[in-house]
């Protein structure tokens, strides 16, 4: 089937409601996009990032890659983070992923996947740094979504690490970068206390963040 009818009669549904409660919303929509937040996050189908947050099309910038990973060699990421920083003039970054995530449970239990296995090695460094504290959580899926939590604070480090994060605070750009996790069996955000707003704050909040995981 080259035409995909049922998503096309969805879309067609989903403009007239749009349209029906704000007759100009996609002439104004399509003038400019002027969103406060770069959203980083997972692929997972079952984490929509503006439904999650109340948000409209247009209010969140969104990257998203499997186990919400921030590579300083990944050119898709970067891109996506210099242009929310310089060019859309973003205030927030925040870095989610979520609980029961596929690629974490990949990573931890060394289940191959293929090319993916690649990727999800940035997020096995992350398992075998801690690796200690991890093997002490008996309860597979506790420690599945503990490795979550980790996963994402090394990721707004990884975040807070790249020029462009460090160029934008050298010039005095009030940006800050925030870690959260998504809870899938209740749809509820968690903060993981890890919110840096400038590179002298990065050392201090990754290290009490990481405690407070412990605690």
Not at 16 to 35: G, M
Not at 62 to 71: E, G, P, S, T
Not at 85 to 90: A, R, S, Y
Not at 173 to 191: C, E, F, N, P, R
């Amino acid at each position: 089937m080259k035409v995909l009818k049922e998503l096309f009669d969805k879309n067609s549904e989903w403009s007239k409601k749009i349209t029906a409660e704000d007759p100009e919303f996609f002439a104004k929509l399509s003038k400019q996009q002027n969103p406060k937040y770069l959203w980083i996050g997972c692929s997972d189908s079952r984490v929509p990032a503006n439904q999650i947050v109340g948000l409209l099309p247009g209010e969140l910038f969104v990257h998203r890659n499997v186990a919400n990973v921030v590579v300083h060699t990944d050119l898709n990421c970067l891109s996506v983070m210099q242009f929310a920083v310089d060019v859309l003039e973003i205030e927030h970054i925040i870095v989610c992923g979520h609980y029961d995530c596929g690629g974490v449970k990949a990573a931890l239990n060394n289940v191959r996947h293929g090319l993916a296995d690649n990727w999800l090695r940035h997020v096995q460094d992350v398992s075998l740094k801690y690796s200690q504290e991890l093997n002490q959580i008996y309860d597979e899926h506790k420690r599945v979504d503990k490795l979550c939590e980790l996963n994402v604070v090394e990721q707004v480090l990884n975040v807070c690490q790249t020029t462009i994060l460090q160029d934008a605070w050298e010039r005095d750009h009030k940006i800050s970068v925030h870690g959260w996790v998504y809870g899938l069996s209740d749809g509820l955000l968690k903060d993981l206390n890890m919110c840096i707003s400038a590179l002298d704050e990065i050392g201090d909040s990754y290290q009490n963040a990481v405690n407070n995981l412990f605690k």
